[in-house]
């Protein structure tokens, strides 16, 4: 019978004592490279995908909550596709529910780049 407050005695009916730190992701732990290039990787990928928090008021929030249910997407889906809409909107554009309008997109960068130089 072992003691429960003997933490010192190898047990020799348990089997052998796990390693120590976490299990490897793969079938052998990763080198240094492959870890740094794994975390590199990671966060790049946080960068593609901006975070915003805010407080939305009441009437927002209902107002999002029928998006989320007329649309049935998530409700980072439903607002991107809310502000999507509105500035597609707000340049004359009718607004497309479920693509962005890549003319949209590319057009603003044109009207950017082709601009001459600004009078002030």
Request: include cysteine; aromatic fraction near 4%.
């Amino acid at each position: 019978m072992r003691d429960p407050c003997d933490h010192y005695t190898y047990d020799l009916i348990g089997g052998t004592p796990k390693k120590p730190g976490r299990k490897p992701l793969g079938e052998r732990a990763m080198t240094a490279a492959e870890r740094k290039r794994r975390s590199r990787e990671i966060r790049r990928n946080r960068l593609q995908e901006l975070s915003v928090t805010v407080e939305l008021t009441r009437d927002a929030q209902k107002s999002l909550d029928k998006l989320i249910e007329w649309w049935g997407v998530s409700k980072k889906e439903a607002i991107n596709r809310a502000i999507l809409m509105a500035s597609q909107l707000q340049t004359g554009r009718t607004g497309n529910l479920f693509e962005p309008d890549p003319d949209l997109l590319l057009s603003g960068a044109r009207r950017r780049k082709s601009s001459g130089p600004r009078k002030l």
